[in-house]
């Protein structure tokens, strides 16, 4: 195996996905291994999963010290987070100051201040290539040539899915992200607290060649973001307020569909019945409905008998598919 080719060489161990293992053991069946190695088509498939705030040294911490690129880069943290102004972990940031990621780069969670321009630098490098990630939006954190979140996005045309974590305090200016995502199919936009400053963000996430859509803004929606909403006709699978079942029957892909339900107070049953009855389409073929409420204030009991209704009356609709139901205190 010694005398065989450069290329040869990358192209057999190019299937290996896992680093620790093109770092340590592939290297002892082949001697200039590590000589080809320095080669970035050699860990384009590499998928590295690793914890921030692990102060312990790690083989995956390694594999993105030695190689110059991975394929795949999913961050966590291995305790809750710390405070947003703790210590930061500078082991870690030393190893992704210069990697680059081809496909996929993800985080676990919102992630500590620390965290974020280090993670942010490293989505700058990677923008040219990345197809799915998960980025922070605030309008603190900037890269070393000074571009914010907003600004990295605005250049990374080949994004299919991105999942957002929208800082309380952010401000987004309507436009900004506008036709920036031909090719996104998915999104998934988190907010703590949810609230109706991001309307503007949503509606330019909404794009036509979306097939998934992750979103929960404070209601009611503005009328603008159910249009925008209604254009995605592509859709598949929806998980968002139930105020936005008027658009369900625009939507001639849509066939996945999960509704958050918050129940007012006193509780009318006619109402959980009548958000039930405004899932049916002829297309959708699963429905899951969570259902929000305060157990201080609302009997359990006549809860359930509610979304049993609401599941016989959906059913009487002509409904077929699958219908499931959950309580969230």
């Known amino acids: 195996m010694g005398d065989l080719p450069d290329e040869l060489l990358l192209f057999i161990f190019s299937r290996v996905t896992d680093g620790p293992t093109l770092l340590t053991a592939v290297p002892l069946v082949c001697k200039r291994w590590r000589q080809v190695s320095s080669d970035p088509a050699a860990w384009r498939g590499v998928t590295v999963c690793v914890q921030a705030n692990r102060v ?8 993105l010290t030695v190689a110059p690129v991975v394929g795949s880069l999913h961050v966590s943290l291995s305790e809750s987070p710390p405070v947003s102004g703790g210590r930061p972990n500078n082991r870690f940031l030393r ?27 490293l989505v700058w490098r990677s923008r040219n ?10 309008n603190k954190t900037k890269t070393e040539l000074g571009h914010s979140p907003v600004d990295v996005l605005s250049q990374m045309p080949c ?13 987004y200016k309507s436009g900004e992200l506008k036709d920036c995502f031909p ?5 998934k936009v988190v907010e703590k607290p949810t609230g109706t400053r991001q309307h503007d963000l949503i509606k330019d996430l909404l794009v036509d060649s979306l097939v998934r859509a992750h979103f929960r803004p404070c209601f009611p929606p503005r009328p603008d973001l159910l249009t925008a909403l209604e254009k995605c006709q592509k859709i598949e699978s929806l998980y968002l307020n139930w105020e936005f079942t008027p658009v369900f029957k625009s939507l001639p892909a849509l066939k996945d569909v999960t509704i958050d339900l918050t129940v007012e107070v006193p509780l009318q049953p ?6 039930f009855c405004s899932l049916y389409t002829p297309t959708v073929e699963k429905v899951h409905v969570l259902v929000e409420w305060c157990v201080f204030r ?11 209704s609401g599941v016989r009356a959906l059913k009487k609709r002509g409904f077929n ?3 499931t139901y959950a309580m969230v205190a």
């Open 56 to 63: 312990a040294s790690s083989i995956e911490r390694t594999v």
């Open 95 to 121: 190893a992704i100051e210069k990697v680059v990621v081809c496909t996929e780069l993800s985080l676990q969670c919102d992630p500590p201040r620390w965290l974020r321009k280090g993670y942010l630098e």
């Open 321 to 323: 598919g699958t219908i």
């Open 183 to 187: 090719n996104l199919k998915g999104i």
């Open 129 to 138: 290539q990345l197809k799915r990630l998960s980025i922070v939006l605030d």
């Open 298 to 308: 609302c009997s359990w009991l006549v809860l359930v008998k509610s979304c049993q």
């Open 270 to 275: 006619e109402k959980v019945v009548q958000a």
């Open 159 to 171: 994004l299919e899915e991105l999942t957002v974590y929208v800082h309380k305090k952010f401000v």
